[in-house]
């Protein structure tokens, strides 16, 4: 088993979160401090290099950029006769992380994300924690890797879950994250995006609002919704109840047609976090003429990255519809 395992080169990508925080309250060690302390952890019966993300940050901060320049360092990396990569990650947005690189690396490669819910190290940051979720969750992610099929996944307390369909359940809890387990099939991405500088910059500027549908009259709706017209984004989720559904009247759908007129690609998903959209109901009837686009995805941050990727392949919403289902 072990020469199996040295077979393999594992880049191991370290991007920051609560696995590498110290103190108290807790803070980040700086990257190369904490490197030569995580290597002490490591397996040794596998070939294992250790690198430091683009950016380190609080995970509630990264944003498309940060993700798009951690795949270009993995792409880099391929070309370095890297083909299986394990990133550590904050846990706050490690489900969009997961879904982003789940839509632009495809099944290029083997990618398996992991974070934890307590540090790594105790609080003086010199010796692991007594008690810690970081060292169990890194194994598992490092013997996930090596033996999973190609494409982007998620290891958490001993779940492997697809990338694409990673949500975050708990805040607090070790098992905080659920979606469907690897060995599920599922219509994944094949081929990657190579991202390129300009890529960066112009994700810098993706701007993209999800509204969680309330229980409130059209009318008011209409008047919420009105606001958004001063200043559009590129995208507009509206997170409907159940199966996608929102009651709506003339003005509203008039509204939403105008959204779209200035250029705003509107998205009727659903603010339930398992199943899909469904459209048998005669609630949602008009949207056979609305000119929405309906969610093909496993979740919203899977909904989120494709919208991100569209944007940059594509640029305006008026050339998505051709390439929305492909």
């Known amino acids: 088993m072990a020469a199996f395992f040295m077979m393999k080169k594992i880049a191991l990508i370290y991007m920051g979160g609560t696995f590498g925080c110290i103190g108290e309250p807790l803070s980040p060690m700086p990257a190369d401090t904490f490197l030569p302390k995580l290597s002490h952890v490591l397996p040794l019966d596998m070939h294992i290099d250790c690198f430091v993300a683009p950016a380190i940050r609080d995970s509630s901060a990264c944003t498309a950029s940060d ?60 010796n692991t924690r007594e008690f810690t979720d970081a060292i169990d ?64 910059a112009q994700s810098a500027q993706f701007n993209c609002l999800s509204i969680m549908w309330q229980p409130l009259s059209p009318e008011l709706q209409v008047q919420n919704l009105r606001n958004l017209l001063v200043h559009l984004p590129h995208v507009l989720i509206l997170q409907g109840f159940g199966t996608g559904n929102i009651a709506v009247n003339a003005d509203l759908i008039n509204t939403l047609k105008e959204i779209q007129q200035h250029g705003c690609a509107v998205v009727l998903s659903t603010q339930v976090s398992f199943g899909g959209i469904d459209q048998r109901y005669a609630v949602s009837s008009w949207i056979q003429d609305s000119g929405l686009f309906l969610s093909n995805c496993m979740g919203h941050a899977d909904l989120y990255a494709k919208c991100l990727k569209m944007y940059l392949q594509y640029g305006s919403a008026a050339n998505w519809a051709t390439h929305w289902n492909d």
Do not use: C, M
């Open 67 to 126: 993700w798009l320049a951690l795949i270009q360092q993995i792409q880099a990396l391929q070309l370095k006769q890297y083909q299986h990569f394990v990133i550590i990650h904050g846990t706050d947005t490690l489900s969009y992380a997961s879904a982003v690189l789940a839509q632009f690396i495809g099944q290029s490669a083997h990618v398996v994300l992991t974070g934890s819910q307590y540090p790594l190290l105790n609080i003086q940051g010199d």
């Open 137 to 200: 969750n890194l194994n598992f992610a490092l013997n996930a890797v090596v033996k999973s099929s190609v494409g982007v996944y998620l290891a958490f307390r001993h779940q492997l879950i697809h990338g694409q369909s990673a949500l975050k359940v708990h805040t607090t809890e070790l098992r905080a994250f659920e979606g469907l387990d690897a060995n599920h099939e599922i219509q994944q991405v094949l081929a990657p995006y190579i991202v390129q500088e300009s890529d960066l």
